[in-house]
T-cell receptor, first 116, second 108 residues
Framework: DSGVTQTPKHLITATGQRVTLRCSPR?????VYWYQQSLDQGLQFLIQ???????AKGNILERFSAQQFPDLHSELNLSSLELGDSALYFC???????????????FGPGTRLLVL | KNEVEQSPQNLTAQEGEFITINCSYS?????LHWLQQHPGGGIVSLFM???GKKKHGRLIATINIQEKHSSLHITASHPRDSAVYIC??????????FGTGTSLTVIP
């Protein structure tokens, strides 16, 4: 158990819908990362938040958005869903001690999204 | 163009064999990560390194910054090592790039 929790574990929805994925980082970790893993594109970095602020951005679509709340949990919002958005979405956390530098990441169990 | 290339894509070994997985990257990096993903999907970070060599149990990771290359070695491989091993790099802007993974099967 990494200490990172993600909800829900599974999500089935229809094209055009909007969903919210939730991530709670390890206690004390200030950074949260979001990743997408699909069969055809593998793992892709979406976005990182550090202590409530966006820190780095990867291949995140405009239909997707994220935020990190004062209690450090994060949410990834996916809207106008398409079939190709079906994937495993992981979050990870790091930086227990603080400071915006790259450190070992602890991954959550993922949310499996299926868009029908 | 892939920023991170891994080889081999698939690897089958007999229990006890020494295993090497290679990773080459093309971007300037602040750190390189080796990740392990089991069939159930969970991901575990094995190593994070920016220079030299790290060892944890039977696993050894090395990186050569000048050659932009890293290797993950598994000594005395065991069936429980069967998993997908993924190389990832963080560039200086803290963006992450992933290799496509090496699927390892260790046969008893």
């Amino acid at each position: 158990d990494s200490g990172v929790t993600q909800t829900p574990k599974h999500l089935i929805t229809a094209t055009g819908q909007r969903v919210t994925l939730r991530c709670s980082p390890r206690s004390g970790d200030l950074s949260v990362y979001w990743y997408q893993q699909s069969l055809d594109q593998g793992l892709q970095f979406l976005i990182q938040y550090y202590n409530g602020e966006e820190r780095a951005k990867g291949n995140i679509l405009e239909r997707f958005s994220a935020q990190q709340f004062p209690d450090l949990h994060s949410e990834l919002n996916l809207s106008s869903l398409e079939l190709g958005d079906s994937a495993l979405y992981f979050c990870a956390s790091s930086v227990r001690a603080g400071g915006p530098r790259v450190e070992t990441q602890y991954f959550g169990p993922g949310t499996r999204l299926l868009v029908l | 163009k892939n920023e991170v290339e891994q080889s081999p894509q698939n690897l089958t070994a007999q229990e006890g064999e020494f295993i090497t997985i290679n990773c080459s990257y093309s971007v300037g990096i602040s750190a390189l990560h080796w990740l392990q993903q089991h069939p159930g999907g969970g991901i575990v970070s094995l190593f994070m390194l920016s220079s030299g060599k790290k060892k944890h149990g039977r696993l050894i990771a090395t990186i050569n910054i000048q050659e932009k290359h890293s290797s993950l070695h598994i000594t005395a491989s065991h069936p429980r090592d069967s998993a997908v091993y993924i190389c990832a790099v963080a560039n200086t802007g803290n963006q992450f790039y992933f290799g496509t993974g090496t699927s390892l099967t260790v046969i008893p």
